[in-house]
């Protein structure tokens, strides 16, 4: 079983990101308002090197993937700022699927450019519009027809597919769910307008439609063997689960902090017997939210099923950050539904973890 006690370079990565998160939590208003990533976002998020040291050295990087870092980095980031924690790691959209489970050529081909000191920005795009929305049963499809995958479908909540060079498309290929690289460019690729959502304004995503897109068949992630779709929506839900876990307690921290300065009647409202009961559940929620992320990056790195797991995180640790974030705008009454404080930011940005699938992965 794993250990409570992160190691030396785990903590030096933590510590890394707690300091990013206080950048990030300066500017997020500023961007949340323009609707944009701010300007030094990426850039400060490569100088935590944490994809690099993801990826071997035969490919560009540095280092071997662990689940359970970048969960580690990933609350911190997000206790900072939620569109900025997903900014930081749009790269891996693109580049962890491949490290994952692409071909060697693949991996040879593309993997460098994210090693870089450079941004460059990953895309993918699971999610589709519907209520019966199933990613284990997409209405996106592809066919394999004179040696090229033809997709046809239209997506949504897909980050960054305007500036990503590469695009990893998920489609249903004879009924089971496949990944296909799809590069900027290509016939029959478009990208719409960038959606105007209530919540992650300054993380931009994109509608997607694909009519008869056609690419190689080298295009297909994994090449003719695929690749484990499972593992990857588990990585992916444990990413959102870890970030729904630092907006919780961004919410948390924030409320408590406003509660005990706040005075009414006399008193502070962090005296009032009630409010500091609910403040000790949300508390325990948010680290038990915690343990399950924990539990399934661990199952995640040591090649056991965490379907199971990585569900159950996500799910529990999405309802925590929404009940947590709805707790602290009623906390700070009046103030908590004004832009003046952070807590109403909080709960639009809360409110996509029970929405959205695919938008991140560790």
Known sequence: MYSFEPT???????TAAKKLAEKF??????????????????????????LPASIPEQYGGFGEPSTITWALASEELAFG???????????NLTALPILYGGTEEQKTELLAAYC?????????????TGIDFNPYALKTVAVLKDGCYVLNGVKCNVPYAAESEWVLVYAALDGATQGFLVKQGTPG?????REENVGLCAFPMYSVELKDCAIPASQRLGGEQGCDFPFLLNASRVALAAMAVGVARASLEYSIDYAKQRKV????????????????????????????????A?????GKDATESAYLAKNFAGDVALSAADRAVQV??????????????????ARGFAIMEGIAII
Do not use: H
């Not at 030396?8 to 933590?14: G, Y």
């Not at 450079?118 to 999610?127: F, K």
């Not at 661990?298 to 040591?302: A, Q, S």
């Open 189 to 193: 690729f478009t990208v719409k307008e």
């Open 25 to 50: 939590r300066t500017g997020m208003r500023e961007a949340d308002d323009a609707r944009e990533p701010a300007a030094d976002w990426p850039a400060a998020g490569m100088e935590l090197c944490l």
């Open 81 to 91: 700022d939620l569109a900025a924690a997903l900014v930081v790691a749009a790269p």
């Open 332 to 349: 700070l009454g009046g103030y908590g539904y004004t832009r003046d404080f952070p807590a109403e930011l909080w709960l639009r940005n």
């Open 298 to 302: 661990w199952e995640l790195d040591n």
């Open 116 to 128: 870089d000191e450079s941004y460059v920005p990953g895309s993918a795009a699971l999610m589709e």
């Open 265 to 296: 009647f006399g008193e502070a409202l962090a005296q009032r017997q009630s409010l500091a009961f609910k403040f000790a559940e949300f508390a325990t929620d948010i680290d038990a939210a915690r343990m399950l992320v924990w539990q399934a």
């Open 8 to 14: 030396e370079d785990q903590q030096i990565v933590i």
